[in-house]
């Protein structure tokens, strides 16, 4: 039987900053486009995802990762969950990370350990590499207000060729419903991404 082939394969990364729906539809998009993806998860995002949705994550990596593809409808091999200590894993070096790497929502913690080089777990490394390899970098902060802390981060990221994309949906698109305000927001990361997307028309199309 052959194996599915998959469009591309970007990397998710889901840190602990509210707005884990970001993350969570994000992920359900991209497995709907046959995109593989390599998701991180962070012992926050885990705590985070507890808090504001419904789900309840099981112990443990795979059991997480057979999970959420359940959930999502994933097909064989199309996601894979890494731990934070996995340096063996391909996004930890520049000759197998993925083109794409997209935190969302990115802490502010993530964003100053990136901005100064800290790779002291798998998601750090990865957004090291990202950079160092010119690589698509997306983040995905959710913070008010920001800081000037932060703010100099973000500059700082996105001199390095990082796109910063702040979790901020717009209203031009009539929302109903806080699902619709997520999705504005994760139509804008599809299309950084190069992946087709449904959820939010061109601007001058309806």
């Given at each position: 039987?052959?194996?599915?082939?998959?469009?591309?394969?970007?990397?998710?990364?889901?840190?602990?900053?509210?707005?884990?729906?970001?993350?969570?539809?994000?992920?359900?998009?991209?497995?709907?486009?046959?995109?593989?993806?390599?998701?991180?998860?962070?012992?926050?995002?885990?705590?985070?995802?507890?808090?504001?949705?419904?789900?309840?994550?099981?112990?443990?990596?795979?059991?997480?990762?057979?999970?959420?593809?359940?959930?999502?409808?994933?097909?064989?091999?199309?996601?894979?969950?890494?731990?934070?200590?996995?340096?063996?894993?391909?996004?930890?070096?520049g000759t197998g990370a993925a083109s794409s790497l997209v935190i969302c929502p990115a802490s502010g913690g993530t964003l100053s350990a990136i901005a100064y080089g800290a790779s002291n777990n798998l998601i750090e490394r990865a957004a090291d590499v990202a950079l160092k390899e010119r690589?698509?970098?997306?983040?995905?902060?959710?913070?008010?207000?920001?800081?000037?802390?932060?703010?100099?981060?973000?500059?700082?990221?996105?001199?390095?060729?990082?796109?910063?994309?702040?979790?901020?949906?717009?209203?031009?698109?009539?929302?109903?419903?806080?699902?619709?305000?997520?999705?504005?927001?994760?139509?804008?990361?599809?299309?950084?991404?190069?992946?087709?997307?449904?959820?939010?028309?061109?601007?001058?199309?309806?």
């Amino acid at each position: 039987m052959a194996e599915p082939i998959f469009h591309k394969t970007v990397t998710l990364a889901i840190t602990g900053a509210s707005g884990a729906q970001y993350g969570l539809r994000l992920l359900q998009c991209l497995l709907a486009a046959r995109v593989r993806v390599w998701l991180l998860l962070s012992d926050a995002a885990r705590v985070v995802i507890d808090t504001e949705t419904e789900l309840t994550l099981p112990e443990g990596d795979a059991q997480t990762a057979s999970f959420l593809a359940e959930l999502y409808g994933a097909e064989p091999g199309q996601l894979t969950l890494f731990g934070k200590r996995d340096w063996f894993s391909p996004v930890a070096s520049g000759t197998g990370a993925a083109s794409s790497l997209v935190i969302c929502p990115a802490s502010g913690g993530t964003l100053s350990a990136i901005a100064y080089g800290a790779s002291n777990n798998l998601i750090e490394r990865a957004a090291d590499v990202a950079l160092k390899e010119r690589r698509q970098l997306i983040l995905v902060p959710r913070e008010a207000p920001y800081s000037e802390i932060h703010l100099e981060n973000m500059l700082k990221l996105t001199r390095m060729g990082a796109v910063v994309l702040p979790a901020s949906p717009g209203f031009y698109q009539k929302p109903q419903t806080v699902e619709d305000l997520v999705d504005f927001v994760v139509a804008r990361i599809l299309s950084q991404l190069d992946v087709e997307q449904t959820l939010l028309p061109a601007w001058g199309q309806s």
